[in-house]
């Protein structure tokens, strides 16, 4: 019997050590990684540069609270704003996607003084009281919590005549997913997302863009508030942040910077050398590496070449995306496992997650092309 808690369901693959896109089992099976431990190996395993990056930050100094101030931290930052393309001024390094949507929430209603968010259907923003409450589907499921600790609102996903009706004067707050993660790989597209824009700016509300699972470069770009370039408040980012080292962020534009006061917001773990250290080798690689080239290169390949067997058309963008399906998407999963390639489900049945590395070449997809095509 495990001495784990019993949460989590298994897939039927133990995984004993990974190189580059590969996982490998006890026994010598390798098994081709499309699913990047949940859209967190950015860089895929074994990468050089990240590697050598921990080993120097552990031996030079593994953990300083943030009431000492370390070169290491201030350069993750600065490093992080520039990335995010000079939109924001400001960056809360916590540990993960939930902590920093839940303080992100805690700075719109700090703003506003208003006691209303609004999430869109199908979304998933975390497991805690707050990031729960706006996570589609949570209430009946798993959020245990006696009651949410603020009004919610659900809008219809790219219905953009049904924005003003839920967003209101007293709404703090809309959080949406640019391309929703567990909500199929699902784009919201640059209309709906200027649509909410223009909406917030009207009624003086804050627009927090989740970019936990499509940011850091997944969609082809920084972040998805660059492919659409529309500008939130906030955006929220984590996973591939880290490459595998759990770290977050919360990037806020000058206006939301210039409403923080000393306490406002605060983490044991956030901000972290070891974390430091890892954001700055991420974001090396995937600039000196031109990885976002290759996310967009590789992408268009999936889609030109992957319309086989049971698929029937493609959603989301870059290495967020949705292959939907003639079948449902848990069978194909599983016949997919058992020819050696790791996928990931979704909360729409019909739909398979692709979630790979950002080092992922033409001739990978060629071997998934060839299992779909069997299948």
């Not at 070169?71 to 490093?79: D, I, L, Q, S, T």
């Not at 000079?86 to 949507?101: P, Q, W």
């Not at 703003?111 to 209430?139: D, K, Y």
């Not at 863009?209 to 660059?226: L, S």
Request: net charge neutral; hydrophobic share 45%.
């Amino acid at each position: 019997m495990s001495a784990l808690a019993p949460v989590f369901a298994q897939y039927p693959l133990e995984v004993e050590r990974a190189e580059g896109v590969w996982l490998y089992a006890p026994g010598g099976r390798r098994v081709l990684d499309l699913y990047g431990g949940h859209a967190v190996a950015a860089l895929g395993y074994g990468h050089a540069g990240w590697t050598r990056a921990l080993e120097m930050q552990a031996a030079a100094c593994q953990f300083q609270s943030n009431a000492v101030p370390m070169a290491v931290r201030e350069r993750a930052g600065e490093r992080l704003l520039r990335f995010a393309g000079g939109h924001y001024d400001s960056v809360f390094l916590v540990n993960s996607g939930a902590e920093a949507n839940e303080n992100a929430l805690k700075m719109a209603f700090r703003m506003t003084g208003r006691p209303h968010v609004v999430a869109v259907e199908g979304s998933f923003h975390g497991r805690t009281a707050a990031a729960g409450a706006l996570t589609w589907g949570a209430r009946d499921k798993w959020h245990a919590f006696p009651r949410t600790p603020f009004d919610v609102s659900w809008l219809p996903r790219r219905e953009a005549a049904a924005i003003a009706q839920h967003v209101t004067h007293d709404t703090a707050a809309v959080i949406v997913e640019p391309v929703q993660g567990v909500g199929g790989a699902f784009d919201m597209g640059a209309d709906y997302l200027r649509a909410l824009r223009r909406r917030c700016d009207e009624v003086g509300a804050l627009l927090i863009f989740d970019e936990v699972q499509c940011g850091m470069g997944r969609v082809g770009q920084p972040f998805a508030a660059n492919l659409y370039g529309v500008v939130p408040d906030m955006i929220t980012t984590a996973k591939a942040l880290g490459n595998g080292f759990p770290c977050a962020a919360l990037l806020m534009t000058p206006h939301v910077t210039k409403a923080i006061k000393l306490e406002t917001l605060g983490t044991t773990f956030g901000g972290g050398p070891m974390a430091a250290a890892a954001i700055l080798a991420v974001i090396d690689a995937i600039e000196h590496e031109a990885l976002l080239a290759n996310v967009r290169r590789v992408s268009q390949y999936v889609r030109a070449t992957c319309r086989v067997g049971p698929v029937a058309g493609f959603q989301g963008e870059g290495f967020l995306l949705g292959l939907r399906l003639s079948r449902p998407a848990k069978d194909v999963q599983a016949a997919l496992l058992a020819r050696d390639i790791l996928t990931g489900t979704s909360g729409d049945p019909q739909v398979l997650r692709l979630l790979p590395p950002f080092i992922l070449q033409e001739e990978h997809v060629d071997l998934l092309k060839g299992a779909l095509a069997a299948l």
